[in-house]
């Protein structure tokens, strides 16, 4: 597979965009014109030429996200690279990917957790949880395994170094060594244990390292090296430190250490002696490669660290967001993203007092407002975001503190709203006194803020848009709310961890109490008909409906506006086909996000991936895993769909992406319809956009003669056409007429198409 290009200007349909942070730099590599970066999340580099820096992610290529090691091996010209679950990619030329998944796919019900690589030779040399791999570069495949425990058996492997005549292996039975001119490394046999005999402690080796004709291993706090005749000495012991890890680089070895907030670099040369060396501003710093007079450092705290020397002179951090974590997503009508960090369990119970704070991306930066640098202190977890309908005012709800609001409109710092200044509508939970605990938003038709205030005595509150608070005692027994929607009638849906579903009607008079109504839904017939209790996820579509997303699938409310009736209103259960088999729609998966695009289709987020289904909801459409598209994890925890765009966003338990679209939200008039790309050139094959149409329009494309060549509908207000006439060839060089509207007979000439072949 080929390394994929940058971002287009102009998205193409059917096209992915991975978005991830870069402020931790775990290893560092380079090649003759490039330096490689790892962070938990994705990979970077950087062009020595001209210091421009790129991503390099599953959108643009890469098999995996969340990489643990990279390698490079000058002579074949090819970077190493192995993911969190085993994986490895092979990234030759700086440009090809070859993809070996042969020790993630191994069947094995032990760990096969990749701990290291070592260039060694021809190969590259993985140290695993159940020994070692030879990664044979040329053929990309794996040449040989090792299975060096004691007896025979698997036997963690820490970490390898080789002088090119002999190999060191650290394991959890100590140190070990062989020579590579053995014919029969797979025999444990073959390999030398290490042990009191030789000066080296029993048990754990952590690490070991190579410089000159010198092996050194670490046990626990202790460095030890080899002083002749197969012995060890001890020269260093660093008592509360943790060596992390070995980097060779311009002749020397380098250790790194830790404690909780400190760190310490040894410089070891050749000759055996040891300096420490400080290259101040790093922290944790993992791994060190010499470019030029510049030393550079992978730092897990500060990113990647370029240094005159041991002079800082600067850090390495492409954009994007300052987290991985994804809790909740809000697009505006002018295309920013705004999200909600979380920082809890699923039931929201647990505190990870994370002050990342409000977060948003405006397509050419990422903003946030940490907590403590912008005086809304004790705002942590953050959980939910909800727009006004200017689409700039943006409130977040924090488990901990309270409610944010960031007003784009003047560009103010966020302001925090809780007990001292709510006009005492907030109020703490019953069990936590310090504690306003905010779980879930929304804003009706009228500009007016909903939030569940949960665990407080009275946990339904409103803010009006003239700065009115009010709040209201919920009769039913509702457990922590996740999500709540306003339904077309200015009624309150919530649903979250707990029994029922609450649906609050506020009457004629917002402010005042006395002519509320509330209705408890359940899994019950005749009393809401769940197909779970346990709610995930509401959204209100295009057509008023309620779609309510549980444990055990989805229930649609086709009947809101009957919910205070005599006859109420049920959920239905949509039957659909499975593989000839009718069931309950997505009964079988905890449906976790609900979003609805401008065709009124339904994106939906499970434990097992993202759908697309008809605006129905009857047929399948799409179906993404993070096996068959750049989703970083099947865990999907909340998607939000640009109206406008048709970009998709995504956010996953390992981080967030975005996909192309077909459908945007239509006109109510017709008008010029904006093709892309246009004009078509000879070597575009890619899907053709006509968008800017009226609703669901009615499409035709002719030739400049009149003769149809394509018709169809549009989803939404964005009609995807292939370039091909009925005959399934691409049609020929010309001009092409686009002709639309919502009824047939009646066609409007909306813009043409010039395809140049």
């Known amino acids: 597979m080929s390394l994929g290009s940058g971002a287009w200007a102009q998205r193409a349909i059917d096209t992915w965009e991975t978005f991830l942070p870069y402020t931790s730099a775990t290893q560092v590599a380079q090649s003759d014109d490039r330096i490689y970066c790892s962070t938990p999340y994705s990979l970077f580099y950087i062009e020595k030429s001209d210091q421009s820096t790129y991503t390099l992610t599953k959108s643009t290529g890469l098999s995996d996200a969340n990489p643990k090691h990279i390698a490079y091996h000058p002579g074949k010209k090819t970077l190493v690279i192995t993911y969190a679950n085993s994986n490895i990619d092979l990234l030759v030329n700086g440009k090809d990917i070859y993809n070996i998944p042969d020790i993630k796919n191994a069947a094995t019900g032990s760990s096969k957790n990749i701990n290291d690589i070592a260039i060694i030779g021809e190969y590259a040399y993985l140290a695993t949880d159940l020994g070692i791999s030879v990664l044979d570069l040329d053929k990309q495949e794996i040449k040989d395994n090792y299975i060096i425990g004691d007896t025979g058996q698997s036997v963690k492997v820490s970490s390898i170094c080789s002088d090119g005549t002999t190999i060191f292996a650290a394991t959890t039975e100590g140190l070990k060594s062989a020579p590579l001119s053995s014919p029969n490394l797979q025999n444990y046999a073959n390999w030398t244990v290490y042990g009191p005999a030789n000066g080296l402690p029993a048990g754990e080796s952590s690490l070991t390292g190579q410089i000159g004709s010198r092996f050194y291993a670490v046990f626990k706090d202790t460095l030890f090296v080899t002083s002749g005749g197969g012995s060890f000495t001890k020269v260093r012991y660093d008592s509360s430190y943790v060596y992390q890890s070995f980097s060779t680089s311009d002749g020397y070895l380098y250790a790194f250490l830790w404690t909780d907030y400190t760190d310490k670099i040894l410089r070891i040369k050749s000759d055996g002696s040891i300096a420490e060396v400080n290259f101040a501003g790093t922290q944790k710093p993992l791994q060190i490669i010499k470019n030029g007079d510049v030393n550079w450092i992978a730092d897990l705290w500060h990113g990647l660290m370029s240094f005159n020397d041991t002079t800082f002179a600067n850090a390495i951090i492409p954009s994007g967001p300052p987290t991985s974590n994804v809790f909740r997503l809000a697009v ?85 709203y809780d007990l001292t200044n709510s006009d005492g509508a907030l109020q703490a939970a019953t069990i936590t006194p310090d504690v306003v605990k905010i779980t879930a938003l929304c804003l009706d038709s009228y500009g007016n803020l909903w939030m569940a205030n949960t665990g407080s005595p009275r946990a339904l509150v409103v803010k009006t848009p003239d700065g009115h608070w009010a709040s209201f005692f919920v009769p039913d027994n509702l457990q922590t709310v996740r999500q709540m929607v306003a339904d077309d009638y200015g009624q309150i849906w919530m649903g979250g961890r707990g029994n029922n579903m609450v649906v609050y009607n506020p009457g004629t008079n917002i402010l005042d109490p006395s002519d509320d109504q509330f209705v408890s839904l359940n899994t019950a017939a005749g009393s809401g008909g769940l197909p779970n209790s346990n709610v995930w996820t509401i959204a209100k579509d295009k057509s008023g409906d309620i779609w309510v997303g549980t444990d055990q699938g989805i229930a649609t409310f086709y009947c809101a506006g009957s919910t205070f009736t005599t006859n109420g209103c049920d959920a239905t259960l949509i039957k659909v086909n499975q593989g000839g088999f009718i069931g309950y729609l997505f009964s079988t998966e905890i449906v976790k996000a609900i979003a609805v695009d401008g065709a009124n ?72 319809a904006l093709v892309y790309p246009n004009p078509v050139k000879p070597n575009y094959t890619g899907p053709i956009a006509i968008k800017g149409l009226v609703d669901n329009a009615y499409v035709k494309i002719t030739d400049a003669a009149g003769i149809l060549v394509f018709q169809g509908r549009a989803n939404g207000g964005q009609m995807i056409w292939d370039g091909k006439g009925y005959n399934g060839n691409k049609v020929q060089t010309g001009v092409y007429l686009v002709y639309a509207d919502t009824d047939l007979g009646k066609e409007h000439n909306v813009g043409k198409i010039i395809f140049i072949n």
Do not use: C
Request: hydrophobic fraction near 30%; avoid cysteine; proline fraction near 3%.
């Open 332 to 416: 505006s009508n002018d295309n920013v993203l705004y999200m909600a960090e979380g920082g809890t369990d699923p039931a929201y119970i647990t505190y990870n007092y994370d002050r990342t704070g409000p977060i948003y991306y405006d397509h050419k930066d990422w903003h946030n407002y940490n907590i403590d640098a912008f005086g809304i202190g004790r705002s942590f977890d953050l959980v939910d975001v909800a727009l006004d309908n200017s689409g700039k005012k943006a409130y977040f709800s924090s488990l901990l503190g309270g409610l944010v609001e960031l007003d784009m409109n003047h560009n103010t710092n966020p302001v925090k």
């Open 601 to 672: 289709r339904k994106w939906i987020g499970t434990t097992n991936g993202v759908w697309l289904i008809s605006d129905d909801g009857t047929k399948q459409l799409l179906h993404f895993t993070s096996d068959n598209s750049p989703l970083p994890s099947n865990g999907i925890v909340s998607i939000a769909v640009d109206q406008y765009t048709g970009e998709v966003w995504i956010g996953t338990d390992l981080g967030l992406v975005s996909y192309q679209g077909d459908a945007i939200l239509g006109g109510e008039t017709k008008g010029t």
